[in-house]
């Protein structure tokens, strides 16, 4: 049972440049968002989905797309990076919208805007 | 809005004593989940413990448990016997009980190190 799975695991990006953080999950989960986490910080949501064909901004959305095409998969587009994006992306998922579900992260992908 | 507060930026401690990470949060909920998450220099983030707010007993897993005051806001976690593989970063995090998305408020996090 792979888990969460987040791809790539490093990148080095310039600036004006676009690119796509993979997420794929292999536990049949509605629920899958994406965070990312800043030095000397804790994470902070950026989108999230309740479900294939469901995605809703979190608290820090601007300069990323998203869209859940699949239950598995639930993809995070960098539109133009820029630096202020430097960040480690962590992706989750759960088994659903009820808050007493476990919310299992991925490994983290480094991203680094240049 | 919700927001998370751990006023220990770093904390040291012997292996085998025990150390109580702080967090206190702000809400107008009255229903609602307290997590500890740890990440060790893996980035990984692993929960360690959660507490429902509606339920009055401490949670507890083995050597962690929780000192949670609900009216003072606060959701401490406690370390008992400290182990070398508890050096970590440590998050408090929040989520409302009720409505759609489970959406996840973090504290800015303590390291915490474990010496031998």
């Known amino acids: 049972n792979a888990g969460v799975t987040q791809t790539p695991k490093f990148q080095v990006l310039k600036t004006g440049q676009s690119m796509t953080l993979q997420c794929a999950q292999d536990?049949?989960?509605?629920?899958m968002s994406w965070y990312r986490q800043d030095p000397g910080m804790g994470l902070r949501l950026i989108h999230y989905?309740?479900?294939?064909?469901?995605?809703d901004q979190g608290e820090v959305p601007n300069g990323y797309n998203v869209s859940r095409s699949t239950t598995e998969d639930f993809p995070l587009r960098l539109l133009s990076a820029a630096p202020s994006q430097t960040s480690v992306y962590f992706c989750?998922?759960?088994?659903?919208?009820?808050?007493?579900?476990?919310?299992?992260f991925g490994e983290g992908s480094w991203l680094t805007v240049v | 809005a919700q927001t998370v507060t751990q006023s220990q930026p770093e904390m040291s401690v012997q292996e085998a004593e025990t150390v109580t990470l702080s967090c206190t949060y702000d809400?107008?909920?009255?229903?609602?989940?307290l997590f500890w998450y740890k990440q060790p220099p893996s980035r990984q983030m692993i929960l360690v413990i959660r507490?429902?707010?509606?339920?009055?007993q401490n949670a507890t897993e083995n050597r962690f448990s929780v000192n949670f005051q609900k009216a003072a806001k606060s959701f401490s976690l406690k370390i008992s016997d400290s182990q070398l593989g508890d050096t970590a970063m440590y998050f408090c995090?929040?989520?409302?009980?009720?409505?759609?998305?489970?959406?996840?408020?973090f504290g800015q996090g303590t390291r915490l190190t474990i010496n031998p």
């Open positions: 989750a998922s759960s088994l659903g919208v009820y808050s007493g579900n476990t919310i299992y």
């Open positions: 536990m049949n989960h509605e629920y």
């Open positions: 989905s309740v479900g294939a064909g469901i995605t």
């Open positions: 809400t107008s909920e009255n229903n609602y989940y």
């Open positions: 507490q429902e707010a509606y339920k009055q």
């Open positions: 995090a929040f989520m409302k009980h009720r409505g759609g998305a489970q959406k996840l408020v």
